[in-house]
Each structure stands twice: as C-alpha cells, then as structure tokens.
C-alpha cells in the first residue's frame, strides 16, 4: 500500500480495518492531549511509538489536522521504521458516530 500524507477520517477507518487484518497495526495518534470521542488513541509518546512493530501505521491528529501534517516530515524522520500519516481536518471534523459496515 502506498502512504499518503493525510487521510480523512472514513480513510482511517477503512484502511485500518484492511491493514489489521492483515496484521499491520494502525495507531490514532493524540498529539494535543485531548482524545476523540469514541475513538481508541493513544498519547504522543515517542520512546512508547519506537517500540511498536515494524511497519506500523501512526496517524497524528491535532484539533484541525495543520499543525500534525505541518509536522509530518519532522515524525517521519523521528519513525524510519514505520508510516506516519496527519488526519485531515483533525480532531474537529471527527464524527464519533461513523463507522464502516462490511461489504459481505
């Protein structure tokens, strides 16, 4: 799969979803100490983020997805072993009640 620099939330939830299943972890990554509403994120913690497997996914979110992509070299640099992505419009344009039904 080819990385992206941002991806919107439906994006997130999709790929997630793909790259989980086959066995690639995918974080929400709270840069702002303010998590999402019904959303599984885990805090900006770079000495946690090094130990997580090779090739996992990180995408940063802030409150409107700027300050995270303006950044987006900067993590990149700081996780060589693993695929950071900003979350486009961030925090403020999360719906907590999307979701992504299955296509059986």
């Given amino acids: 799969m080819k990385y992206p620099n941002e991806w919107t939330q439906k994006e997130f939830l999709q790929n997630k979803k793909k790259l989980e299943a086959d066995g690639i ?3 929400l990554v709270d840069t702002i100490l303010s998590p999402i509403e019904k959303a599984d994120t885990v805090v900006y913690n770079p000495y946690e983020l090094q130990n997580e497997p090779e090739g996992s ?3 940063f979110y802030c409150d409107t997805g700027k300050a995270t992509l303006d950044r987006l070299k ?3 640099k700081k996780f060589p072993k693993h695929h950071c992505i900003s979350l486009k ?3 403020g344009y999360w ?3 999307m979701m992504i039904l ?3």
């Fill in 25 to 27: 972890k995918v974080l």
């Fill in 57 to 59: 996914v990180f995408v």
């Fill in 74 to 76: 900067e993590y990149k």
């Fill in 89 to 91: 419009d961030g925090r």
């Fill in 95 to 97: 719906r907590k009640n």
């Fill in 102 to 104: 299955n296509d059986d």
